[in-house]
C-alpha cells in the first residue's frame, strides 16, 4: 500500500520561500516516478513538478521554472519540493504524487500519477 504525506505548507509573503516535504510509505520513493500538482479553488488542478525514477530527470512547469526545485532522498524516503520567490499565483492546495515506472513520463501530466496523498496548503500574500 502506497501512502503519500505532505507537510511544509504554511503561509508566506511574496518573494519568499517554503520547503514542501513528501514522506513515502509502502515502497522507495527511487523505484517509482514522483511529482507536485496544484488546485487553487475554482481553478482546475495543474502538474507543477515531477522526477522520473531514481531522480535521473525532472520536469516543470513553464509558470514555476526556475522557481521551484524537486528532488528525492532515498535515504529518508522523501520527496522535496523547494519553492522559492512565491507569488501570490502560486496560493494552492499542493498535492504529492507517485507513479509505477511504466507509466512515467518526462513531463507533470497528470495520467502518470496513480497515487496521491491529500495535500497541504501554500498561502502566499
Known amino acids: 500500500q502506497v501512502q503519500l504525506v505532505e507537510s511544509g505548507g504554511g503561509s508566506v509573503q511574496a518573494g519568499g520561500s517554503l520547503r514542501l516535504s513528501c514522506a513515502a510509505s509502502g515502497y522507495r520513493v527511487g523505484t517509482l516516478c514522483m511529482g507536485w500538482f496544484r488546485q487553487a479553488p475554482g481553478k482546475e488542478r495543474e502538474g507543477v513538478a515531477s522526477?522520473?525514477?531514481?531522480?535521473?530527470?525532472?520536469a516543470y512547469a513553464a509558470s514555476v521554472r526556475g522557481r521551484f526545485s524537486i528532488s528525492l532522498d532515498t535515504a529518508k524516503n522523501t520527496v522535496y519540493l523547494q519553492m522559492n520567490n512565491l507569488k501570490p499565483e502560486d496560493t494552492a492546495m499542493y498535492y504529492c504524487?507517485?507513479?509505477?515506472?511504466?507509466?512515467?513520463?518526462?513531463?507533470?501530466?497528470?495520467?502518470?500519477?496513480?497515487?496521491w496523498g491529500r495535500g497541504t496548503q501554500v498561502t502566499v500574500s
Open positions: 504524487v507517485a507513479g509505477e515506472p511504466s507509466t512515467c513520463r518526462p513531463d507533470v501530466s497528470t495520467s502518470q500519477f496513480k497515487y
Open positions: 522526477i522520473r525514477p531514481g531522480g535521473t530527470a525532472t
